[in-house]
């Protein structure tokens, strides 16, 4: 691992998954920002510079498809998004980098962001 240090934004709209994601994150060495919802997350990414986005695909109002839209056909479609789903066999095809089952381990966690820097 080089010294560059990733910036991760985790959004989630469980307030206590998006404690558990950051701490572990950044006990990994990640600086991490995190948002409750997709509005809120999309306009961190359009203002703050992110090497990946970690972000559950169901939410409330804003999804998780909507933040993945955002990024790729508005913002930036090279930034890597990995969704996280509590039933990734539902999910159809998708165009999300990663797709990481919740609940996941640290090393899970770790290793689907590591793939995506490979
Ligand atoms: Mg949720």
Redesign the pocket.
């Known amino acids: 691992m080089n010294d560059r240090k990733i910036y991760i934004l985790v959004v ?3 307030h206590s998954i998006l404690k558990m994601l950051k701490l572990r994150l950044e006990r990994s060495g990640y600086v991490v920002d995190i948002a409750s919802n997709g509005k809120k997350a999309i306009a961190m990414i359009d203002e703050n510079y992110y090497d990946v986005i970690l972000t ?1 695909i ?2 409330p109002e804003f999804s998780g498809e909507q933040i993945l839209r955002h990024v790729k056909l508005i913002n930036n479609d090279t930034l890597p998004v990995i969704g996280m789903s509590g039933t990734p066999w539902l999910l159809e095809q998708n165009d999300y980098d990663a797709i990481l089952s919740k609940p996941c381990t640290t090393k899970e966690l770790i290793s689907a962001i590591n793939q995506i820097f490979k």
């Open positions: 989630d709209d469980e559950d169901k939410m």
